[in-house]
């Protein structure tokens, strides 16, 4: 036990970080680690990376860094199904592929439904209420930004439209941009018609009696919600539409904590199962009944909870 916790705290590469970078599985799928081994030696100011703490002699973690997932190229697959390691492509010189072999890495996986490596984001759920929210919110600027109440419409002779002249050219250039902002402006001509004396260039706007019938704004918040609750994290909107009391609030809170636990016991299995074995057999130790991480909890009682619990254990 004393040796893992010392190796997992003699990395060059924080703890911190290293469950910061295993933690992109969520949005991605998986996140692939290779394994990198140093040999404790003691602290050596001109090897960066390599010196440690310790100058016992033995094996331990340098570090465990994450293998990005857009430089996957692709992966090897044996015969019998079980995944063999993973060919990583060099983005910025163009070098030959490199193949990282699974026995000196570890695979984190949101999900291995058919054991796929690359498993399933916990955000394909939310991709359709984003996808709305998104065209909506940039409906919403477009809007916003043209300030106007209506469709802008301008009149002007048909021989130019016919003819597709420059002047027709640039009345469609006039009327995409119109909006109001600092350079809101538009000058036209004052000629009139000889015989109906109506004026040949004019600018209008089509407006619709009364007030529109969608709110873009509720709309945008409805999906915005979904998406919290794909994730669990819907109670984060309590309260800001001036509803929803404690009690709710502490039971969504709960299932959030029992989801956190979940997927923190999923990446304390991988260490378990894979990376504390390998690490203890290189040094020759026994692995029959070897340490193993395990999280905290991710939810501590509320304190008035807790009083409310021990004075009523104390009076019974």
């Given at each position: 036990v004393e040796f893992v916790e010392q190796s997992r705290g003699d990395m060059s590469f924080t703890w911190e970080d290293t469950i910061s970078e295993v933690l992109s599985m969520l949005g991605y799928g998986w996140s692939y680690h290779e394994i990198v081994?140093?040999?404790?030696?003691?602290?050596?100011?001109?090897?960066?990376?390599?010196d440690s703490q310790f100058d016992d002699g033995k094996i331990g973690w340098r570090k465990i860094p994450i293998r990005a997932q857009p430089t996957r190229l692709r992966w090897e697959i044996d015969p019998s199904g079980g995944i063999t390691g993973m060919w990583q492509q060099d983005l910025v010189t163009g070098q030959a592929p490199t193949f990282i072999p699974i026995q000196k890495s570890l695979l984190f996986r949101a999900s291995i439904h058919k054991n796929n490596p690359e498993g399933?984001?916990?955000l394909r759920r939310?991709?359709?209420?984003?996808?709305?929210?998104?065209?909506?919110e940039e409906i919403e600027a477009i809007g916003t930004e043209r300030d106007l109440t209506g469709y802008p419409v301008a009149y002007?002779?048909?021989?130019?439209?016919?003819?597709?002249?420059?002047?027709?050219?640039?009345?469609?250039?006039?009327?995409?941009?119109?909006?109001?902002?600092?350079?809101?402006a538009l000058v036209i001509p004052s000629d009139r018609d000889p015989e109906s004396n109506e004026l040949m260039y004019d600018v209008k706007l089509l407006t619709t009696p009364g007030q529109r019938q969608i709110d873009v704004s509720k709309s945008i918040e409805r999906y915005e919600k979904r998406i919290g609750m794909t994730m669990l994290a819907d109670f984060l909107f309590l309260g800001q539409d001036k509803v929803g009391s404690y009690a709710l609030s502490g039971n969504k809170m709960s299932l959030f904590g029992v989801a956190l636990s979940a997927w923190a016991d999923e990446i304390a299995a991988v260490f378990n199962r894979h990376a504390i074995p390998r690490l203890l057999a290189l040094n020759g130790?026994?692995?029959?009944?070897?340490?193993?991480?395990?999280?905290?909890?991710?939810?501590?009682?509320?304190?008035?909870?807790?009083?409310?619990?021990?004075?009523?254990?104390?009076?019974?």
């Open positions: 081994y140093k040999r404790r030696d003691g602290s050596d100011h001109l090897r960066p990376g390599n399933q984001s916990i939310a991709y359709r209420p984003w996808y709305y929210a998104t065209r909506l002007i002779p048909g021989e130019h439209i016919v003819a597709n002249t420059a002047v027709y050219t640039d009345w469609q250039k006039s009327l995409r941009n119109m909006r109001r902002n600092e350079q809101e130790m026994t692995v029959d009944a070897p340490p193993y991480l395990e999280h905290e909890p991710t939810e501590t009682p509320a304190p008035n909870l807790l009083a409310e619990a021990i004075g009523k254990l104390t009076v019974a």
